[in-house]
């Protein structure tokens, strides 16, 4: 029997095999590739579809179903209003340079991140503190030259450290400062780069046959959320909290887009809109989650040129006002535990808050759920308070009050000075200008209506336009009465915590977190997909083709599908090692073995991926474990303690 104990870092990561084994078994490949591609376009084939669905499906049971959200499909195609109102129009953008020989734009942040992060790679290699790359990656990076072994100042390395640690809140003009004063040239050129230049990632079209309707691809489904948010809460009976949720289609057009999935220029996204009372930003589960420990960088560390994280409870990190509030630090709690959930390990992953400069133009606070992969740390969720931002602008742009409306419990009695006016009067009197008049004195505090008050008990009172005109009032045109008022209705705009998920970019992180390679052979990659998600859970490898094999394996493979358990059939002439083998690639967790004494005993032996460990057991126990450990309700483990060791040998008749 195989050992239960697997080694999976024998073989140190291999990005170049792992991205070989995507391409071969097509897990996704560039779009339009037989007419050269186009950047930052890729098509997914069936393994990484049916990977996204099940990630999608996983998702949306965590999310939708058990926090009970109200799930949308919004269009893509997005009037320009909408952005203009919204503020994407004049501020979604990026900063780019130019090389000033070629013309070849870059991305500014990325350009200064990517020269730093490699004259430290220089200076360490330089130092003998990293192995000297390969021959074969001496060959790839020739071209570029970029990690060049330069041993630096001890103060030139504290510096770029620092600028590293917040390169994500310098403006566009202090990049360019950046690229002058460490003479960053563009390292596939070394030529000079030009200054930053904003660049607005929305892709534009037009909307009819004219084009005299302008529009965009939306860069998020956001706003489709925030324009159905009167017919949400009503759906919802007017209460709050409550979320709204969206997995869709959005497209930026990336400046340039050099990582495979990390960064395209069309992604599928999942976005929660959680509408909250903005004096009540508690959550009702909040206890349910106080206890997960999870990693944080917060914005101050950053802003001192650290990247030192620290570890502590959500509940610690809310009521130390680390995280603003709990229904922000609930959410990253659940995004921590989605993402453990699905694979992604837990001691690669972190959340960054912003910093002042980066923080979106909408956002008062947000957390970034980071994912380090070979070429870093990188951002796959998004956790936000929009506060009132999108709601607000949208109602003073429509005239549409989005707004909650909430009965008081006790209704608030409050008294004040009204404005009492004698219209007809007021008219004659000042003609055109009497209702600028009444304007400005119904705007004044109460403190402007008590002068007024004062001076009305003794004859005339002044009232002066902004423009410097001024106009005499008495007490026959203009009173100031005391009021009483019972308010028993409140209305408010809502603040929202927006979670937004890129989903190719988990799915890739999750890719490369799964890979690894067997001890015995280099050359055999595994991915460790969880079952949860793997694209296929069972294989069914039938060890003859012969016609007596078939009803087994149809009746097994139509148990499967009865239990809601994906399988596939494997039966070609290949052995049966090859066969799991290029299974193991694809991530399939399970193997059943259908051989000549199944046949006569009806009994088949199941296969664990990692292990290779075999069990087993008549078709019914072997069925009932694999729907156990595909559902998550067993492990491994419990199904060993329910299914013998299989020997290698069934006896036959």
Not at 150 to 159: F, G, H, I, N, W
Not at 241 to 257: D, V, Y
Not at 515 to 536: H, I, K, Y
Request: net charge negative.
């Amino acid at each position: 029997m195989a050992a239960t104990v697997v080694n999976k870092t024998a073989h140190p990561f291999d990005k170049t095999r792992l991205e070989a084994l995507l391409n071969r078994r097509f897990f996704y490949a560039p779009a339009f590739e037989i007419y050269g591609g186009v950047a930052g376009l890729y098509d997914y084939g069936p393994p990484g579809s049916s990977l996204q669905a099940n990630i999608i499906a996983e998702w949306r049971k965590h999310f939708i179903i058990e926090e009970g959200m109200l799930e949308l499909d919004t269009t893509i195609m997005t009037p320009a209003p909408v952005f203009e109102t919204s503020g994407h129009v004049a501020r979604f953008a990026d900063w780019m340079v130019k090389d000033t020989q070629t013309g070849d734009v870059l991305r500014a942040d990325h350009l200064v991140g990517g020269v730093l992060e490699a004259r430290l790679a220089g200076d360490k290699e330089a130092r003998g503190l990293a192995a000297a790359p390969s021959s074969d990656d001496k060959k790839k990076k020739k071209k570029n030259a970029k990690a060049a072994a330069v041993k630096l100042d001890d103060d030139v390395v504290k510096q770029y450290e620092a600028i590293l640690a917040q390169l994500d809140n310098y403006s566009g003009p202090e990049l360019g400062e950046l690229c002058r004063k460490h003479k960053i040239r563009n390292p596939d050129t070394d030529n000079e780069v030009g200054e930053p230049q904003q660049f607005n990632l929305m892709f534009t079209s037009s909307i009819g046959p004219t084009g005299q309707h302008p529009g965009y691809l939306r860069p998020e489904t956001a706003q489709g959320h925030f324009l159905n948010f009167s017919r949400l809460l009503d759906f919802n009976n007017g209460r709050v909290p409550f979320a709204s949720a969206q997995i869709g289609r959005s497209f930026r057009n990336e400046i340039s887009p050099r990582a495979g999935l990390l960064r395209v220029r069309e992604f599928t996204m999942a976005e929660i809109e959680h509408y909250v009372d903005p004096e009540d930003k508690s959550h009702a589960r909040f206890a349910d989650v106080s206890s997960q420990v999870i990693t944080l960088l917060d914005r101050k560390v950053q802003e001192s040129g650290s990247n030192q994280t620290v570890q502590m409870t959500i509940g610690e990190a809310v009521s130390s006002g680390i995280i603003a509030n709990e229904t922000l630090g609930y959410f990253v709690a659940r995004i921590y535990q989605f993402l453990v959930k699905i694979g992604i390990n837990p001691e690669r992953l972190r959340f960054r808050q912003h910093m002042g400069n980066e923080m979106a133009h909408y956002a008062t606070d947000c957390w970034d759920a980071e994912i380090h992969n070979s070429t870093g740390w990188t951002e796959c969720v998004g956790c936000a308070d929009r506060a009132a931002y999108d709601l607000t602008v949208h109602s003073n742009k429509t005239g549409q009050p989005l707004v909650v409306r909430q009965a008081l419990k006790e209704p608030i009695v409050t008294e004040k000075e009204v404005a009492e006016w004698n219209k007809k009067a007021l008219g004659k009197t000042f003609k055109a200008d009497a209702g600028v008049l009444q304007k400005i004195v119904e705007e004044m505090p109460e403190s402007e209506l008590l002068r007024l008050k004062s001076e009305l008990n003794n004859g005339t009172t002044t009232v002066t336009f902004p423009d410097g005109k001024e106009f005499q009032l008495t007490s026959e045109l203009l009173t100031i009465e005391r009021r009483t008022f019972k308010q028993s209705i409140r209305e408010f705009t809502p603040n929202v915590i927006e979670p937004s998920f890129g989903l190719g970019r988990i799915l890739y992180t999750l890719l490369e977190h799964s890979f690894w390679a067997r001890e015995q052979d280099v050359e055999r990659g595994v991915l460790s997909l969880p079952p949860v998600v793997a694209p296929t859970k069972v294989l069914i490898v039938p060890l003859s083709a012969r016609d007596e094999f078939a009803p087994l394996v149809q009746e097994i493979s139509l148990k499967l599908r009865k239990a809601g358990v994906f399988s596939r059939v494997d039966d070609s002439n290949t052995s049966i090692g090859k066969r799991y083998a290029r299974n193991d690639e694809l991530g399939t967790p399970f193997g059943i073995t259908v051989d000549f004494a199944s046949v006569q005993k009806r009994t088949i032996t199941l296969r664990e991926r990692d292990t290779t460990d075999q069990r087993i057991g008549s078709v019914d126990q072997v069925i009932e474990v694999v729907s156990g450990l595909v559902q998550g309700d067993i492990e491994w483990t419990q199904a060993c303690a329910w299914l013998p060791a299989y020997d290698g040998v069934q006896a036959i008749d």
